[in-house]
């Protein structure tokens, strides 16, 4: 009998954890990654995303078991439209791409404000309780500590510099997000994930970028580097972010950030290297001028993410040599 009740309880506790989440921007990079790992926890999963930059293809294996609307998010009628239960809404919609920031900084505001607020307002109609913010380590800019924690401030250096659209877009999402939330919803966590990279996501990224190039580069031995070769980043592999992701979704605690990468830096001209060493080139760097605005050195600090549990285990030059194969 007590046996009984116990497994009856134990049950209705799993399959309370269960959620119906609305993930914007699921058939992105990220949010498909983010999609299917959910789908195999058995949460219901609705994906809203206007395929501007995401791709159904990315959900294939999972299509039969999540409801996939395409919209934007500045269409709050859309939006509206949706009748299904959701108790969690995981919010990445956004233009992605650096590339993008200097081409279209309207369109990156127009999407960080207007449709953060639709979202959120569909939140508040449809009693939503958690809220998962997707930010960026663009937000810190040029961090004044490296490596870099989430108390850092965070800045925009230059309004007229459009770069900073899109830091700009995720600081007004954190800053309108949070007070929003202390009204309206039970929990309300950001995440700031800091490079990520794998298999399928879009070229408009460094690594990607240069796999591309060298690709195409045949016998010439010149190979273009944006900027002096000597920016610092740390990349970390999508499934480490996905196990990041789980961490901080499972474990995260209410109005906290954190910072989802790994600690492993490298220099630009290091990581052309190792990738013309995996591919087989020689190569000769010719620089150019960096990108303006561009962060010299950006290397998260993850203590926080670690005391959930976080460990990278995919080191880059094998993430890289995942991606080849
Ligand atoms: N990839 C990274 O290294 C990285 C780093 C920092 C922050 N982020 C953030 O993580 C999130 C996911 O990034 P990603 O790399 O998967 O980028 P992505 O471009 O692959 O995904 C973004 C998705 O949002 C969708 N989208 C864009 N505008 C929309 C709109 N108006 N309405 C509905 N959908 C829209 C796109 O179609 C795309 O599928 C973004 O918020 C991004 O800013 C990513």
């Known amino acids: 009998?007590?046996?009984?009740?116990?497994?009856?309880?134990?049950?209705?506790?799993?399959?309370?954890?269960?959620?119906?989440?609305?993930?914007?921007?699921?058939?992105?990079?990220?949010?498909?990654?983010?999609?299917?790992?959910?789908?195999?926890?058995?949460?219901?999963?609705?994906?809203?995303?206007?395929?501007?930059?995401?791709?159904?293809?990315?959900?294939?294996?999972?299509?039969?078991?999540?409801?996939?609307?395409?919209?934007?998010?500045?269409?709050?009628?859309?939006?509206?439209?949706?009748?299904?239960?959701?108790?969690?809404?995981?919010?990445?919609?956004?233009?992605?791409?650096?590339?993008?920031?200097?081409?279209?900084?309207?369109?990156?505001?127009?999407?960080?404000?207007?449709?953060?607020?639709?979202?959120?307002?569909?939140?508040?109609?449809?009693?939503?309780?958690?809220?998962?913010?997707?930010?960026?380590?663009?937000v810190y800019q040029n961090p004044f500590k490296i490596p870099t924690d989430e108390e850092e401030m965070l800045k925009i250096p230059n309004i007229h510099n459009p770069r900073y659209s899109y830091g700009g877009g995720k600081i007004i999402s954190e800053l309108y997000g949070i007070h929003f939330a202390k009204k309206f919803l039970k929990k309300f966590i950001i995440f700031r994930p800091h490079n990520v990279y794998g298999k399928d996501m879009g070229n408009e990224h460094v690594i990607p970028e240069f796999i591309n190039r060298f690709k195409k580069l045949g016998n010439k031995k010149n190979f273009l580097i944006y900027g002096t070769g000597q920016e610092i980043r740390s990349f970390i592999h999508i499934d480490d972010f996905i196990s990041g992701f789980d961490k901080v979704f499972k474990k995260g605690k209410n109005q906290e950030i954190y910072n989802i990468g790994t600690s492993e830096k490298i220099k630009i001209f290091k990581l052309a290297r190792l990738i013309a060493r995996i591919l087989g080139k020689s190569i000769k760097f010719k620089k150019t001028k960096v990108l303006k605005g561009s962060p010299s050195v950006r290397c998260p600090n993850i203590k926080k993410i670690k005391k959930l549990g976080f460990k990278q285990n995919i080191r880059l030059k094998d993430g890289i040599k995942k991606i080849l194969n």
């Open 1 to 138: 009998m007590v046996y009984l009740w116990i497994v009856n309880n134990m049950a209705k506790k799993k399959k309370n954890l269960k959620k119906n989440i609305l993930i914007t921007g699921g058939s992105g990079f990220i949010g498909s990654a983010i999609t299917k790992h959910l789908v195999k926890e058995k949460n219901k999963i609705i994906v809203f995303d206007n395929n501007s930059r995401g791709k159904s293809r990315r959900l294939k294996e999972v299509k039969n078991k999540i409801k996939f609307i395409i919209g934007d998010i500045r269409d709050k009628k859309k939006l509206l439209s949706i009748k299904d239960n959701v108790d969690t809404v995981i919010h990445l919609a956004y233009v992605n791409g650096t590339k993008f920031f200097y081409k279209k900084p309207f369109e990156i505001l127009d999407i960080a404000v207007n449709g953060l607020i639709n979202i959120l307002d569909f939140c508040k109609k449809k009693k939503v309780k958690n809220f998962y913010l997707a930010s960026s380590s663009e």
